[in-house]
């Protein structure tokens, strides 16, 4: 059974961190072009950050450039979002994609909720 499950969300105080992590099960994530985006309320889902399969190309929305850092382990076929000095303005659902590279196939997780008050 494919599935993405996202987790390491949660309630911080403004210029905390937070790490969330990404884990496929049913394929493996050496295939896909791997991102998270988040969604606010009353937002449209805006892409935060994106890893190439051999984490060859890597972006950034401007808004999270020097905060946050993507990463993957292939071999455990994980995909994660270290973020840095968080702001209120990062408070949204966050969600993780898989795009295979070589057929149009994706998938994504539930999404996980990262909330930054204090």
């Known amino acids: 059974q494919v599935q993405i499950v996202e987790s390491g969300g949660g309630l911080v105080q403004p210029g905390g961190s937070l790490r969330l992590s990404c884990e496929a099960s049913?394929?493996?994530?050496?295939?896909?072009?791997m991102s998270w985006y988040r969604q606010a309320p009353g937002k449209e889902r805006e892409l935060v950050a994106l890893i190439g399969s051999n984490s060859d190309t890597i972006n950034y929305a401007e808004s999270v450039k020097g905060r946050f850092t993507i990463s993957r382990d292939n071999a455990k076929n994980i995909v994660y979002l270290q973020m840095n000095s968080l702001k209120p303005e990062d408070t949204a659902v966050y969600y993780c994609?898989?795009?295979?590279?070589?057929?149009?196939?994706?998938?994504w997780g539930q999404g996980t909720q990262v909330t930054v008050s204090s």
């Open positions: 049913g394929f493996t994530l050496r295939s896909y072009v």
């Open positions: 994609k898989a795009r295979n590279v070589l057929v149009f196939r994706e998938y």
